[in-house]
C-alpha cells in the first residue's frame, strides 16, 4: 500500500521553462511534506518542504504547493535549468516523531 | 561541519556475514533514519530514531537491527547477510527546521 505516490516515473522539459512535478497521498495524517533532488550515486538533497498549516512555500526557484482536500501537492521550478536534471522525491510524514515515507521518484530531464 | 557522514562507502560482503554501517551527523539533530534505495522502489525506511537511546522500525526492518547509543551516532547492523540486502543504504538526519540532510550511501553487495 504506497501512501506517498509519485505516478510520473519521468518528465521532459525545456530548459527555460517551468517543471511541474506531482505528489499524491493517500494518509491524511501527514503533517509534513519534502521535496528532495538526487544525483546519481549521491545522497538525496533536500529542497524544500511544507507543512499543513501552510498551502504554498516558495524558496528561490522552487514553489512547493499543498492542497489538502485533494491530498495532492506539486513542486514548481522556475525557470528550469540544465543542473536541475535529476531525480526528484516527494516525501511525508505525520509528525516529527513518527516515520518518513518517500514516493517512489520521478527523473525529471531538462531538455536544451 | 561535516553534516553526514556514512563509513563505509562500499562493502562486499558473503552471504551470512555481518556487518555495521556507521552514520555520523554533527548538527545536534535528534532525528535520524536509515533507508535503502533499489532501482524502481524508491527510498524505504528501515529504522529510524527520534532520539538518543530510542529506535523503531520504518517500513522494512526485517533483517536489519539499529541502535543509538550516542545522539551523533546511529548504527545500522545486518547480522546474517542475504542477497536480498543488496542495496544502496543511505542515513539521514532532521533537525528543529524542516529541512533533512542526507549522507552520501553506503554501495553494498552481498553475493
Known amino acids: 500500500d504506497q501512501q506517498v505516490k509519485q505516478n510520473s516515473p519521468s518528465l521532459s522539459v525545456q530548459e527555460g521553462r517551468i517543471s511541474i512535478l506531482n505528489c499524491d497521498y493517500t494518509?491524511?495524517?501527514?503533517?509534513?511534506f519534502l521535496w528532495y533532488k538526487k544525483y546519481p550515486a549521491e545522497g538525496p538533497t533536500f529542497l524544500i518542504s511544507?507543512?499543513?498549516?501552510?498551502d504554498k512555500n516558495e524558496d528561490g526557484r522552487f514553489t512547493v504547493f499543498l492542497n489538502k482536500s485533494a491530498k495532492h501537492l506539486s513542486l514548481h521550478i522556475v525557470p528550469s535549468q540544465p543542473g536541475d536534471s535529476a531525480v526528484y522525491f516527494c516525501?511525508?510524514?505525520?509528525?516529527?516523531?513518527?516515520?518518513?515515507?518517500f514516493g517512489k521518484g520521478t527523473r525529471l530531464h531538462i531538455l536544451p | 561541519n561535516a553534516g553526514v557522514t556514512q563509513t563505509p562507502k562500499f562493502r562486499v560482503l558473503k552471504t551470512g556475514q555481518s556487518m555495521t554501517l556507521l552514520c555520523a551527523q554533527d548538527?545536534?539533530?535528534?532525528?535520524m533514519y536509515w533507508y535503502r534505495q533499489d532501482p524502481g522502489m524508491g527510498l524505504r525506511l528501515i529504522h529510524y530514531?527520534?532520539?538518543?537511546?530510542?529506535?523503531a522500525k520504518g517500513e522494512v526492518p526485517d533483517g536489519y537491527n539499529v541502535s543509538r547509543l550516542k545522539k551523533q551516532n546511529f548504527l545500522l547492523g545486518l547480522e546474517s547477510a542475504a542477497p536480498s540486502q543488496t542495496s544502496v543504504y543511505f542515513c539521514?538526519?532532521?533537525?528543529?527546521?524542516?529541512?533533512?540532510?542526507f549522507g552520501p550511501g553506503t554501495r553494498l553487495t552481498v553475493t
Open positions: 516525501a511525508a510524514s505525520a509528525s516529527r516523531d513518527d516515520k518518513i515515507i
Open positions: 494518509n491524511s495524517m501527514f503533517d509534513y
Open positions: 511544507i507543512s499543513s498549516i501552510k
Open positions: 548538527m545536534n539533530h535528534e532525528y
Open positions: 530514531s527520534v532520539g538518543e537511546g530510542t529506535t
Open positions: 539521514a538526519s532532521w533537525g528543529l527546521d524542516l529541512e533533512q540532510y
